[in-house]
Antibody
């Protein structure tokens, strides 16, 4: 059974940093592109970043470029999102998601809440 | 930037048909996908590549696409279908985009 379990969320002040983690199991982690998707309170879903199987390619939504860094450790079956210079508008539930063989998501974690507030 | 537009809400009586639309300029050339998200839960894929239904998704869920509009249809809506539904697609530049979501109320 595929499982994605996020951790690392919490309450931080504007300008601070946070690192999210996603522990994957039930599939060959190193064979799939992975992604982070977020959802602000009461809002729709927003793709944030993705990373190739070997970590050699990374893509970001414009609003987080230069502030967020996606990475992975295939030996630990783990995905990460380093978030720096956090802003109030980054407040959201952050989901770890696995792509199918195509560019859509077939598995999602339960999400971790990040709140940026003074 | 590319946008997918959905109605904010749709209401349907139990047993009736609900149709949720998603419009986007790239949809004539790009597939649409649909996710169901119940309150407090992660999204679940209910339709992929415009019309295909993943295993385990009830047959009452179907998808179609014509021109710049994709449609998710729930035929014979059940109370348990009450949820937010999000369309998703990719534009010609590879940008991955979700619609704003549609809240489906069954009452």
């Amino acid at each position: 059974e595929v499982q994605l379990v996020e951790s690392g969320g919490g309450l931080v002040q504007p300008g601070e940093s946070l690192r999210l983690s996603c522990a994957a199991s039930g599939f060959t982690f190193s064979s799939y592109w992975m992604s982070w998707v977020r959802q602000a309170p009461g809002k729709g879903l927003e793709w944030v970043a993705n990373i190739k199987q070997d970590g050699s390619k990374k893509n970001y939504v414009d609003s987080v470029k230069g502030r967020f860094t996606i990475s992975r450790d295939n030996a630990k079956n783990s995905l990460y999102l380093q978030m720096n210079s956090l802003r109030a508008e980054d407040t959201a539930v952050y989901y770890c998601a696995r792509y199918s063989s195509g560019w859509y998501f077939t598995y999602w974690g339960q999400g971790t809440l990040v709140t940026v507030s003074s | 930037s590319y946008e997918l537009t959905q109605p904010p809400s749709v209401s349907v009586s139990p047993g009736q048909t609900a149709r949720i639309t998603c419009s986007g300029d790239a949809l004539p050339k790009k597939y649409a996908y649909w996710y169901q998200q119940k309150s407090g839960q992660a999204p679940v894929l209910v339709i992929y590549e415009d019309t295909k239904r993943p295993s385990g998704i009830p047959e009452r869920f179907s998808g179609s696409s014509s021109g710049t509009m994709a449609t998710l249809t729930i035929s014979g809506a059940q109370v348990e279908d009450e949820a937010d539904y999000h369309c998703y697609s990719i534009d010609s530049d590879g940008n991955q985009v979700f619609g704003g979501g549609t809240k489906v109320t069954v009452l």
